[in-house]
């Protein structure tokens, strides 16, 4: 992808909402620390954030859209993209067996196709609707709805990027979405698969992003920074406390390096794909692969939900699915 200046960036709608990032006073952490955390129960709801001291800052926010030929973004080098996607007729995203029986294929089929990954396989996913989540709505046979996240961060670290591969090669345990649809010992990946794939391999997880409602994305849409303009001496990381393990994501200082982008209107025939980690970016051990177009493989991408100034204050809430896949090229 060619470099992109922001006068180009401009070139499309801006908005200027506020991120809550993490402040500056909570220092800067590639590895555990006991710093930043929460507690996550098995119907997916959290514990108050400990640690946590937002660092509000408004950033200009451009419509990706508006990024063409060789200054479009990409999946590799920036961390995002958005692809046409038909949804499966009728499906039910209340119930939790149609989603992981007739959605992950589908997942799993348009990131193969997207990435060149030889194996992909979708794990787990989260439904958002603030509406839903005030009533404490729940999945039939899975969690609770869930509301969009106002937090910029990035879903894994340098230690849980490679930990979450490992546990997909075990049975799954009690907050693991797959745990019903796998046989008593069974795991989603083979041992040996994951084991090359840590071994001088390259694997990575990837969020397949979509609208649910009829209506296009108006409220809380969903923001992203260009990853090439993310440093890791801006992460902090927080862990999440499960019932029978400890997972880890990374939380983000501000910087006015941070160029940050979204999709106008997104519509339910849309699908985003968002990096949230890659063994091969520039932060990872094995940093230095390009891509078949011969870009620079960036590791993950910060995100957040926003509350876009422009949004008409009769406008639908936002009803979201997002399905997180794991690549094994």
Same mark, same amino acid.
């Not at 979708?122 to 603030?130: L, P, T």
């Not at 992203?224 to 499960?242: C, G, K, M, R």
């Given at each position: ?21 993490? /402040? ?51 999946? !590799? ?12 007729? /009728? ?47 729940? *999945? ?33 345990? %009690? ?13 989603? *990946? ?13 694997? !990575? ?14 409220? /809380? ?18 862990? %999440? ?14 910087? /006015? ?63 979201? *699915? ?8």
């Amino acid at each position: 992808m060619a470099e992109m200046s922001w006068d180009q960036k401009r070139t499309g709608p801006i908005t200027e909402p506020v991120f809550n990032y993490i /402040d500056r006073s909570v220092p800067h952490s590639l590895f555990r620390n006991g710093r930043v955390s929460l507690t996550r129960a098995p119907d997916g709801n959290d514990s108050e954030l400990q640690g946590y001291i937002a660092d509000a800052h408004e950033m200009r926010v451009a419509d990706a859209r508006s990024l063409v030929g060789d200054a479009r973004a990409t999946l !590799a080098r920036n961390g995002f993209d958005r692809l046409d996607h038909p949804l499966p007729p /009728d499906l039910d995203f209340l119930d939790h067996g149609d989603i992981v029986r007739r959605y992950y294929p589908a997942c799993v089929e348009l990131l193969k196709t997207a990435t060149g990954a030889g194996h992909v396989f979708a794990f787990d996913h989260n439904v958002r609707w603030a509406a839903a989540q005030r009533k404490q709505t729940t *999945i039939r046979g899975g969690q609770q709805v869930q509301g969009p996240i106002r937090v910029v961060h990035g879903d894994y670290t340098l230690t849980s990027g490679p930990q979450r591969l490992k546990d997909l090669a075990r049975p799954p345990r %009690i907050n693991d979405t797959m745990r019903p649809f796998l046989a008593e010992g069974e795991s989603l *990946i083979s041992a040996d698969l994951v084991a090359s794939a840590l071994e001088g391999g390259r694997f !990575a997880f990837v969020n397949v992003w979509r609208n649910l409602a009829e209506e296009p994305v108006q409220r /809380d849409p969903l923001g992203f920074v260009d990853a090439q303009t993310v440093s890791p001496e801006e992460l902090v990381v927080f862990e %999440i406390h499960y019932a029978d393990r400890v997972g880890e994501n990374y939380f983000a200082h501000h910087s /006015d390096r941070h160029r940050w982008f979204y999709y106008s209107e997104l519509r339910r025939e849309e699908a985003v794909l968002i990096k949230q980690w890659d063994s091969a970016g520039a932060f990872s051990v094995s940093a230095g692969e390009r891509s078949d177009e011969g870009e620079e493989l960036c590791t993950m991408n910060f995100h957040s939900a926003f509350e876009d100034p422009a949004t008409p204050p009769d406008a639908p809430e936002r009803h979201s *699915i997002e399905v997180r896949c794991a690549l094994v090229f």
